[in-house]
């Protein structure tokens, strides 16, 4: 038995357009948190050098931080889809202002009970200065780098747009030809079943034309599929069996358009054309945990594998590179040979529409 699989980026997941990320999802939190606190270590270590640490001044200053870094971020989250429709530039400010503005607010409250301690009325006006400049320079900074952060993630976002359809591209035209050199041999021998072949292959290439390099659901792959099949019987006739075993796939689970049409392809290729007796292709697919699991298998002699292949497993490399770059490194794509089969499996994590209706 031997396995391989092949070679592959990692990528990265996509996200909305709007530069402010999700404050309130707790790994945002613990950062913020966390960049708080390194916030008041700074100002308590920059002030005058006292004969101890005080403990006191770290504490309240603690709170008084955290209470306008957790307030600014809620507020933050309420606000993000009023906030995403503004330009980029004014939804900063408003940000800056909001920010600044809560700070004022949790000072005068600090000042009203005296949490630091009483105040002159000059040490008021400038204990307000000191904190709103503060907060206009830290908001600023950290808006600065949602930016920056943003606009990588959308220069990733197009390369990988424009990656997927590369490789969707380049699986189309391989397609096109096979099904057409299996139409050719169906003209002089029973032009009735070129036609309706021809019409076949018109139906499904609109279909693979209409959203390039896009996720689409399992019964439009399937039905995309069963039609390049029976292209193919036109020409191999007995020759070509087919078993599906994939009634456990819900039909709105998201597969990339010609993922197992040309695993199909190769199978036929590689498995049933070279047999004078043809052989059984089996699809089996099911979804389990939020995974999916698609096997296409063929018949496959040793002795088949020592002639020269034609094949420079293209289909295999293009699908491994779409899986990677729609769903990241926990997807695979892998291939085996055992008991005279040949097994192709691929795996990729993802979610059917019910359940992305139920999380919302």
Not at 137 to 142: A, C, F, H, K, Y
Not at 210 to 226: I, M, Q, Y
Not at 237 to 250: H, I, N, S, T
Request: positive net charge; contains cysteine.
């Amino acid at each position: 038995m031997r396995t391989k699989k092949l070679d592959r980026t990692r990528p990265t997941a996509p996200v909305d357009d709007f530069f402010v990320p999700e404050l309130c999802q707790p790994d945002a939190l613990l950062g913020l948190v966390l960049l708080a606190e390194l916030l008041v270590l700074v100002l308590v270590l920059a002030e005058p050098m006292q004969p101890g640490f005080n403990w006191m001044r770290l504490a309240l200053a603690s709170l008084f931080v955290q209470w306008v870094m957790l307030l600014s971020a809620g507020l933050t989250c309420q606000l993000r889809p009023l906030l995403a429709r503004l330009p980029a530039w004014l939804a900063g400010l408003a940000c800056c202002a909001m920010v600044v503005g809560l700070t004022l607010a949790c000072t005068a409250v600090a000042d009203i009970y005296q949490l630091g301690g009483p105040l002159t009325r000059v040490g008021e006006v400038n204990l307000y200065l000191r904190h709103a400049l503060i907060s206009l320079i830290m908001s600023g900074l950290l808006l600065r780098y949602f930016y920056l952060q943003s606009q990588w993630r959308r220069q990733e976002q197009a390369e990988l747009r424009a990656r997927i359809e590369s490789l969707q591209a380049r699986i189309r035209p391989h397609f096109l030809f096979n099904s057409l050199n299996s139409i050719a041999s169906l003209v002089a021998t029973d032009p009735a079943k070129a036609e309706q072949a021809v019409l076949d292959l018109s139906d499904l290439f609109r279909a693979s034309l209409a959203r390039p390099g896009t996720l689409v659901p399992w019964r439009e792959e399937l039905e995309l599929s069963r039609r390049y099949l029976s292209i193919e019987q036109y020409r191999l006739g007995a020759r070509l069996k087919v078993e599906w075993q994939v009634d456990a796939v819900p039909d709105d689970l998201p597969i990339p358009q010609l993922t197992l049409q040309p695993l199909l392809e190769n199978a036929l290729i590689h498995g049933i054309q070279p047999r004078i007796e043809g052989g059984v292709v089996s699809v089996a697919a099911y979804y389990a945990d939020g995974v999916f699991h698609l096997q296409v298998s063929n018949p496959f002699d040793e002795t088949a594998a020592k002639q020269p292949s034609r094949g420079t497993q293209q289909a295999l490399r293009n699908i491994d590179a779409r899986l990677t770059a729609l769903f990241g490194p926990a997807a695979s794509l892998s291939v085996e040979r055992r008991n005279a089969r040949y097994y192709t499996c691929l795996r990729y994590p993802c979610a059917t529409q019910k359940q992305e209706a139920r999380t919302v």
